[in-house]
């Protein structure tokens, strides 16, 4: 069923919203993975927040321990955000993002700060 023909069903707007909540949740979700995929490729330490000992300890045992992810040795390490990985994708791994785009990911953020 498409999001237009929910109205015909539901008058209250109580089932199109969370229709409409679900897929700005996801989408934003899938493009923030999407860019942070982006900056393991280039280098797997871009997606992290902060170059601390957690994160330096992790790498030792991934190494040690030959682990496929760093978060296999700790799971409490911190990825930078969905703003912050657009920056890093764009002014560390060179990659170009129009405005058109870059536009339409800022609505999309504000989207998502809304419903959360």
């Known amino acids: 069923m498409y999001y237009e023909e ?7 707007g109580s089932e199109r ?16 993975i999407l860019f942070k995929e982006v900056l393991v490729k280039n280098n797997e330490i871009l ?14 045992e991934k190494r040690q321990r030959n682990l496929d ?13 969905f703003n912050e990985a657009i920056d890093r994708v764009q002014k560390v791994c060179g990659f170009a ?3 058109q785009f870059s536009e ?12 959360t």
């Open 97 to 99: 993002i129009n405005n």
């Open 69 to 81: 992810s760093l978060f296999e040795a700790d799971q409490s390490l911190h990825t930078v955000a």
């Open 6 to 12: 929910m109205y015909l069903l539901d008058k209250s």
């Open 17 to 32: 919203y969370l229709v409409l909540k679900d897929a700005v949740l996801a989408i934003h979700h899938g493009i923030e």
């Open 104 to 115: 339409k990911l800022t609505k999309l953020q504000e989207y998502r700060n809304q419903i």
């Open 47 to 60: 997606v992290f927040s902060d170059i601390d000992k957690k994160l330096k300890n992790a790498f030792v």
